[in-house]
């Protein structure tokens, strides 16, 4: 695993063939907000969490300074989503596109032998929440941390709350204080916040279980953080990247890398407060390469953003800033939360559909501008990660009563 | 009818009392962009757009001056869309709220003998479209106007494309020239568009029967543009309101003095290119006064938006201003435009949402906050109206879990 950025740079764990399948368990990177329920005795989660005053089995966290002076850590917490991979895609180079299908989702079921059959997530109402600087309630601002249930089994679609507490500065085993939310895998001193029960009682959260982050290496710098996404996707937080959906993505680098993390239990469309129900899936998902030359005539053609695609929808992600690291420069990764903003989005997500129409179904512009306005729903994908998401869905509906020749490429 | 503004000046045409049910029928106020298949036959359509060089049965079109020089015409189109109403609702005052239950919605049938169970709307790519001023191919700008046919037996749940043409300046009955669509009713001269035929061929778009304007007189000013909506509802366009679905609305003036039109075929979430497909519609309403000291512990408790509600959802409105008339002062409405972003919108919507879930739901701040992000979705409403919406979908399933004793008031 790889934990808090993207890297070209990377080692792959693993090198398949278009067409392969493989299995990729996930960790969420919320596991030390209840290390009991979300950690302990999963011999996997343990070995990427352990962390003492002379071991830390996975150093680096996010895509920031590793040396030198550091006020959270190596890495610096600049991206905290843990990354399983990545996977090399053998003969995938730039200007190819990689689709990468869902075959199945599951829960990864607690090992705490006290809750067998479910398993636990984390929602953070963070200092990156779109609600941080805007709270009515003392004290303020805040951080909120609300432990979720859920059935492991598949027998329940809903999660419920547990418990929360307030988050409480924490020490981790460098001696590095963090009084907010600032470095991804500090195990919280359970004893040090105070947990109050009863939240949310009887309010059953439907589960979408999806992959908040999943992607391909850019190749604009060595090391890019996990939190915006961006032209290879990377967290896009839209909770349809779940069981069944495919994801298309233009490749960037040679190999393609491709890496998933940030599993997510649910999600509305916005993540307001920053955060999901974080908890850990594992999943099934095949690969195929589609090469530079056969883009043309298929709904790939042209493609330069993260495409979803589900039985009955396309899904185009439209953000702030299409590829911020190319629009910003050397110091992206550190400026692009300043530029955040929903209206940027909207009018990416608005060209992005244009084109997408006018390239895969030969629509021409005022057709396409007509149909967006009459039968395309936009939507508010996420407000919380530094570039910020506007998705629309174009339904395949709206074509089946084409023929070819009216330019149908579905 | 009258056109363009919302007034609590207004003459009622109907008092009702509290429980009553009228069916209102509404025009679209695009009928003059295709006369033949919007207009001609259909006796009160006709009455409602005559306009000669001597006659203009509806004389005032917008909140806008009616004498002087006027650059478009009485009202100057200030406001464009044709309202039925207002009704008077017996004892409703200031500070209630006034429920309106839409309980059927129908098309309105051509009145051509040739297009027998069929009827037209149509969409206008405006000047005030999101893309209008970013357009790839040329002429640019330019505004296009797409005939739409749909059946009018309720038998097909698809409108599709007949033809389309860019607009070409208009000469109106008074002799003045309008270069772009800026006046409400002009009758398009066919012979001096060029129609396109064969556009979006094949394409089948999903019927959506909605009322996009609907609401109350606000209080702040005598005449109001119909364009922006604000916390009496109005030009909200969310195509969720139409059959089956319930608005609740603040009553600002005595009376309330309701009034619809704006009627749509379909719509997407967005209305990107500034109109749906506009065709008219009839309705029946029924509507319920809740007084001021009946709200609390209820939903409609502290109530200062408009509220819709369908069987599994609650739907909450955010704009870029929640009252742009108080906000922003006498010239609110020829400047709220200018301010007009979809960030202020999601800003609204959250803070609703929370106060929403917190005052029905008996919720904490922070369980209001870590329910938004992991299980309500927000959608972008239009980018279109002058003061831009977000919605939030509260869904009411989340809740069924509880019992009473847990705080639900639903």
């Not at 869902?102 to 636990?120: E, K, Q, S, W, Y």
């Not at 030359?293 to 929808?313: F, K, M, Q, S, V």
Request: glycine fraction near 10%.
């Amino acid at each position: 695993m790889h934990w808090g950025y993207f890297s070209k740079l990377a080692e792959p764990l693993l090198a398949v063939k278009s067409g392969d399948l493989v299995t990729i368990e996930t960790l969420t990177h919320h596991g030390g907000d209840d290390y009991d329920l979300l950690i302990k005795g999963d011999p996997g989660a343990e070995s990427v969490y352990h962390w003492t005053s002379t071991e830390k089995n996975v150093s680096r966290r996010g895509a920031g300074p590793t040396s030198g002076i550091l006020k959270r850590g190596s890495g610096e917490g600049l991206g905290v989503h843990l990354l399983t991979g990545p996977v090399y895609i053998d003969d995938a180079e730039p200007g190819d596109v990689l689709e990468v299908r869902i075959l199945d989702v599951h829960t990864r079921p607690c090992r705490n032998p006290a809750h067998r059959g479910r398993t636990f997530g984390v929602n953070a109402a963070a200092n990156w929440g779109f609600h941080y600087g805007d709270l009515i309630e003392q004290p303020a601002p805040r951080e909120v941390v609300t432990v979720f249930d859920l059935d492991a089994t598949g027998r329940e679609n809903w999660a419920q709350a547990v418990h929360s507490y307030i988050w409480t500065p924490q020490t981790d085993p460098d001696g590095i204080v963090h009084p907010t939310v600032d470095y991804p895998g500090v195990v919280v001193d359970q004893s040090k916040v105070n947990k109050k029960r009863g939240v949310l009682e009887g309010v059953r959260v439907p589960v979408r279980l999806h992959f908040g982050t999943m992607g391909l290496a850019p190749s604009e710098a060595d090391y890019v953080s996990s939190i915006p996404p961006t032209y290879t996707g990377g967290n896009i937080d839209n909770w349809r990247i779940g069981k069944s959906a495919t994801m298309y993505y233009p490749v960037a680098v040679p190999g393609a890398l491709f890496s998933v993390g940030d599993p997510h239990a649910a999600q509305g469309d916005s993540e307001l407060c920053g955060t999901a129900i974080e908890t850990s899936l594992t999943g099934l998902f095949q690969f195929i390469l589609h090469k530079r030359d056969a883009l043309g005539e298929t709904i790939l053609e042209g493609l330069d953003y993260p495409l979803l695609e589900t039985a009955e929808e396309w899904i185009i992600h439209g953000f702030t800033f299409p590829n911020y690291l190319a629009a910003l420069g050397p110091d992206a990764q550190l400026t692009v939360a300043s530029h955040a903003n929903v209206d940027a989005a909207m009018r990416d997500a608005f060209r992005k559909t244009r084109r997408f129409l006018m390239n895969t179904q030969a629509l021409t512009e005022d057709e396409a501008i007509t149909l967006m306005s009459v039968g395309i729903d936009f939507g508010v994908t996420q407000v919380v990660d530094g570039n910020w998401g506007v998705h629309a869905i174009v339904k395949k509906g709206l074509f089946t009563g084409r023929n070819s020749a009216s330019g149908n490429r579905s």
